[in-house]
């Protein structure tokens, strides 16, 4: 893949069950989204040169003795991040903030009650919208440099974002159907913050793969193999 021809988003892989439908979602607005390993190292970040970058939600604790941490500098790159679910957690835990295992988990619709109605991040959501939530750890309190944007009944810090550093995270899941204006949130990530284009098309894409896996093989053949043929 040849990244310099679109504008990119990576989406770090750290286990959740939605991951795919995030990087879905970013194609749908018209921007390129491949999802890597949460090991990616920062010299490979910086060879795709991404227009952003979003951690993923995950089954784990942040606290947990084998919990997927990717590296922290990845946050120092310049380059607009947005957490999603774990992906919260774990910026919070790498920047100096604190999480804890609440009193209670918060599954299913919650109503997300936004402090600015105007923020880029969350703007046309209005004061109140329902959310998907699926977390039993919290954000208790916000890294250096973040303001809490916006809160649930159970979770006082369900959005967060630092403006100057360009980096910000929701405690629920933009990304699924019962999130009502999740597609909203993802794309105002995606253009009022990192700045996409979004030009990217499906057709496009087909056609350069074709293209690049023709200057590959050449004169040779190929065997492609889908679904029950990899195994």
Request: proline residues 4%; aromatic residues 8%.
């Amino acid at each position: 893949m040849d990244w310099r021809k679109h504008d990119t988003v990576l989406v770090l892989d750290f286990g959740g069950q939605y991951n795919q439908l995030i990087t879905r979602r970013i194609r749908e607005a018209k921007v390129y989204s491949e999802m890597v390993p949460y090991s990616i190292s920062v010299e490979k970040i910086k060879e795709i040169n991404p227009r952003g970058i979003i951690l993923s939600g995950g089954p784990a604790s942040v606290y947990g003795e084998k919990a997927p941490y990717c590296d922290p500098e990845i946050l120092n790159l310049g380059i607009p991040v947005l957490g999603i679910c774990y992906g919260m957690q774990l910026m919070a835990v790498q920047l100096g903030g604190e999480v804890r295992r609440g009193e209670r988990g918060e599954y299913g619709r919650a109503t997300l009650y936004v402090d600015d109605e105007a923020h880029p991040l969350l703007r046309g959501l209005g004061r109140e919208s329902l959310v998907w939530m699926s977390h039993f750890d919290s954000v208790t309190k916000v890294p250096a440099g973040f303001r809490v944007l916006g809160s649930t009944e159970n979770t006082a810090a369900a959005v967060m974002g630092d403006d100057a550093r360009r980096l910000y995270a929701v405690q629920f899941h933009p990304e699924v159907a019962h999130t009502v204006r999740g597609r909203e949130i993802l794309r105002n990530f995606l253009f009022n913050i990192a700045g996409c284009r979004g030009d990217w098309t499906t057709e496009s894409f087909i056609t350069r793969q074709v293209e690049e896996i023709r200057r590959q093989v050449g004169s040779g053949r190929v065997l492609c193999a889908l679904s029950g043929g990899v195994d």
